[in-house]
């Protein structure tokens, strides 16, 4: 736990959530400028401010990408998640910070498959949250094969459903 | 116009469910006010000045007499039995209470409707043109491309948490009847060389407290590639727009910022990275979407021509009655601005009595415009009478759309905890005026706009008289600006000088529509006149001679 | 006076501190000197009032109390153009109270 008077608040390094069963990176994430230079990091975090491209060219190395929601409505975050996983990454995202129950579901459908909110999350709210939406309207990063056993039915949109594929 | 189906119902039934979830636990306090507002926000729900207020979202300002019944009944249910309709061509109630918001989204589910995204920081209520499907000058109906735009942004998981709120129009003809260009992206479908129907994207417009005309930033996009591209104008958006300062946070800014050029190279940029990534629906969508948009049951060789018999009549039909592509038809404006009454209000039993004149004269659909008036799409010339006079006998009947009583205001002092000033009293007041002065009748078309605040919500920027309210040390004050326009000939009106108190401002509006009376030639409007003569002239009537 | 006014959490309704709990009525409300702070934060923890906030008043000789700032005088009374929705629905006039 944190003790209180630490300035620097780092959060919980805790895992609530994880969607992945690989062995989880078992080293701190580093900053965006700091992953760049050291060639043995397979962990990093981006802040609001960073460019998640920047991560393009070393994907392969990636092991672990924490995004930082410093405060749960600077939405930037969403957007570097889809990107990586646009761009291929299969690694591991995890939404660190601010990040709250009614976040859980975008988050989710952004690409990340793990969650470690600085304030624990109650478990049952959490559950109820991510199963809340039985279908999608636009595709993102969870579009995939269709299943209707899946979570949102599979992230596949529901004009994808109207039009022949179930 | 467009039915759910199976899943657009599984949709907001959903959404229902998440925000009772979200409000039970408010109440329990498992989630404090600043973790609760942006989520009741984006369901619409506000804490106004003296209860909460719900917006519930009209799209693209259509309904049916179905919905319309339901928001009366929703009036008398929940609230205190009248409705306020807006300039995104919403609905507003203002007597809400936390603990009934679940239900009313409820019932409101029950007849395909809902609160989803008519606030907070995500894409917003998409407003079209009130006369879609009706207009003779439209290249086609816009409201399928509205509807498609709809689902793409409902509870998109990207932009769900944008720098600010996020607005879009959509209109399909030259003349623009939606402010397009005042919006953060104003879509005009047109056709190309080879009859090829595409969107002219403007991005970047609004009002507020910097207003922006919004510049064309791409002017084809095929049809078949519109979500793709509205996709790339967001996330440039949600990853560069300013997140320092609230009042410097929508895209008009980033987009003047950066520039106009440099916004599209961006843009160009994710959208190239985006059609590899094959997010467009199915063109068969935009095609089952538009049989819903298809002609209803014209009837042909319908007579063209109205008795004029009756003054007030022919007044009304003159004023309040737009043309129609189909012959014998028009689009007929119901007025919600009486002289002295506070504009866009409607009653529970108005809006009942309205739902069943759209049901009985316009093939059961009406529309809201973002003048806060409603409309009746689709009526027989042969049947207005009738319709006028009941319009007439319930406070509808006014005959001044577009004239100097056809005003904009937001709800102002009276109801908003945004505002400076009461917007409500003035207008009350200057529509007093012009009726008892009898200028009214001869001013000829005359957009006044009246906001409370900064803010806007009254598009006084837009108005060829656009009045301000502000706070002058403790007191009301009004600043009167000239030279707005909404249309496609877009521009954003000028201060005269010093504010006013309330009767002054009233007067200043009067003095300012003798100096047209005065100085008009050859049937120009007032924005025309003072285009041509400008600022000089008013501001010796209103402050002197310098 | 510093006196203090907020929503009722449930239902929106404005209320002011009475010493005890929260009125509907301006009339009510007590001058809380330096204890804005403290009570604002007790309530609001306890959800007894939603986005409360302290204003400066004046208290008349009749014993009315005026919020210093006409958005808290509408507050106190309801909008000036639907005196029928207002907390003094048969008094024509209220509404210059507020202006």
Redesign the interface.
């Known amino acids: 736990m944190i003790s209180s008077d630490q300035t620097d608040w780092t959060g919980l390094d805790e895992v609530q959530f994880r969607f992945r069963d690989d062995t989880m990176v078992d080293h701190p994430a580093v900053t965006v400028d700091s992953f760049v230079d050291q060639s043995n990091a397979a962990a990093v975090r981006l802040e609001?401010g960073d460019n998640a491209r920047d991560l393009l060219p070393h994907l392969d190395r990636l092991a672990l990408v924490e995004v930082n929601f410093p405060a749960?409505?600077?939405?930037?975050g969403?957007?570097a998640a889809?990107i990586l996983r646009?761009a291929g990454y299969t690694g591991e995202l995890r939404a660190v910070g601010d990040v709250?129950?009614?976040?859980l579901?975008?988050?989710r459908?952004?690409g990340f498959d793990s969650f470690a909110a600085d304030r624990p999350l109650?478990e049952a709210?959490a559950k109820?949250a991510f199963a809340?939406?039985?279908?999608?309207?636009?595709?993102?990063a969870d579009t995939q094969s269709a299943s209707s056993e899946e979570p949102s039915h599979g992230g596949v949109?529901?004009?994808?459903?109207?039009?022949g594929r179930s | 116009m467009y039915k759910y189906d199976q899943y657009d119902q599984a949709m907001v039934d959903a959404r229902v469910e998440e925000f009772r979830d979200q409000t039970r636990r408010r109440l329990e306090g498992k989630l404090t006010e600043d973790q609760f507002k942006p989520l009741r926000l984006m369901n619409g729900l506000y804490l106004q000045l003296h209860a909460y207020m719900l917006r519930v979202a009209v799209p693209y300002g259509t309904l049916d007499s179905r919905q319309m019944h339901a928001l009366a009944d929703i009036a008398d249910k929940y609230d205190r039995g009248y409705g306020h309709f807006t300039t995104r061509q919403n609905i507003q109630y203002n007597w809400i209470k936390l603990e009934d918001a679940p239900d009313i989204l409820a019932d409101l589910a029950k007849v395909e409707m809902h609160a989803i995204q008519t606030s907070g920081n995500c894409i917003r209520n998409i407003s079209s043109d009130q006369f879609a499907g009706a207009a003779a000058d439209e290249v086609t109906d816009p409201r399928p491309y509205a509807e498609l735009l709809r689902q793409w942004s409902s509870f998109h998981p990207e932009f769900v948490a944008l720098p600010r709120k996020f607005k879009i129009a959509v209109i399909a003809s030259e003349t623009d009847r939606a402010a397009m260009k005042l919006h953060d992206i104003g879509i005009r479908i047109v056709r190309n060389d080879v009859g090829e129907l595409g969107a002219q994207f403007y991005v970047g417009g609004g009002m507020g407290r910097t207003p922006m005309i919004a510049p064309l930033i791409r002017d084809f996009v095929p049809l078949d590639q519109l979500i793709t591209y509205s996709e790339a104008c967001l996330r440039v958006y949600n990853r560069y727009g300013r997140r320092d300062n609230k009042f410097k946070a929508r895209i008009k800014i980033l987009v003047h910022e950066m520039g106009a050029d440099e916004y599209r190279r961006q843009v160009d940029e994710e959208f190239a990275h985006l059609l590899g990534q094959g997010i467009e629906p199915p063109f068969a969508e935009l095609e089952r979407i538009r049989t819903y948009f298809e002609d209803p049951a014209f009837k042909d060789r319908l007579s063209d021509t109205v008795d004029r018999s009756d003054p007030d009549f022919a007044l009304w039909v003159d004023r309040n009655c737009h043309a129609h592509k189909q012959a014998g038809y028009v689009s007929a404006t119901i007025s919600l601005k009486p002289v002295g009454g506070i504009p866009g209000d409607a009653s529970a039993a108005q809006m009942h009595l309205m739902a069943e004149l759209a049901r009985e004269y316009s093939f059961d659909e009406c529309r809201v415009t973002h003048a806060q008036n409603i409309v009746l799409p689709h009526v027989e010339k042969a049947r207005l009478y009738a319709l006028w006079q009941v319009l007439e006998e319930n406070g509808l009947g006014t005959a001044n759309l577009d004239q100097v009583g056809d005003i904009i205001a937001c709800p102002g002092l009276d109801y908003c905890s945004l505002a400076n000033a009461r917007s409500i009293p003035l207008a009350q007041k200057i529509s007093q005026r012009f009726a008892a002065n009898g200028k009214g009748d001869t001013l000829g078309e005359l957009k006044l706009k009246i906001s409370g605040c900064i803010n806007a919500c009254g598009h006084h920027h837009a108005g060829h008289i656009g009045i301000l309210g502000v706070d002058r040390k403790g007191r009301e004050n009004y600043q009167l600006l000239l030279g707005g326009s909404e249309a496609e000939d877009t521009s954003l009106g000028k201060i005269t000088g010093p504010g006013f108190d309330e009767d002054g401002v009233v007067d200043a509006v009067e003095k300012a529509a003798d100096i047209y009376l005065a100085r008009r030639e050859d049937g120009e409007r007032f924005l025309d006149t003072y285009r041509r003569i400008g600022m000089e002239p008013f501001k010796e009537a209103l402050y002197g001679q310098a | 006076m510093k006196i203090l006014t907020g929503n009722d959490l449930k239902t929106g309704a404005v209320v002011w501190w009475d010493g005890t709990n929260w009125s509907l009525h301006v009339e009510d409300a007590i001058d809380v000197g330096d204890q804005a702070e403290e009570i604002l934060g007790r309530e609001e923890a306890a959800r007894r009032v939603n986005a409360s906030y302290a204003i400066e008043a004046m208290r008349a000789d009749d014993g009315s109390v005026r919020p210093a700032h006409i958005k808290d005088r509408v507050r106190a009374l309801g909008p000036t153009v639907r005196p029928d929705l207002t907390l003094k629905p048969a008094d024509p006039e209220a509404g210059n109270w507020v202006i």
């Not at chain 1, 709250?100 to 976040?103: G, K, S, W, Y």
């Not at chain 1, 809340?132 to 993102?140: G, H, L």
Request: hydrophobic fraction near 30%.
């Open positions: 609001p749960f409505t600077d939405g930037r969403y957007s889809r646009e709250l129950i009614d976040q579901a975008y988050m459908r952004c109650d709210d109820a809340r939406w039985p279908y999608v309207y636009q595709p993102a949109p529901i004009w994808t459903l109207r039009h």
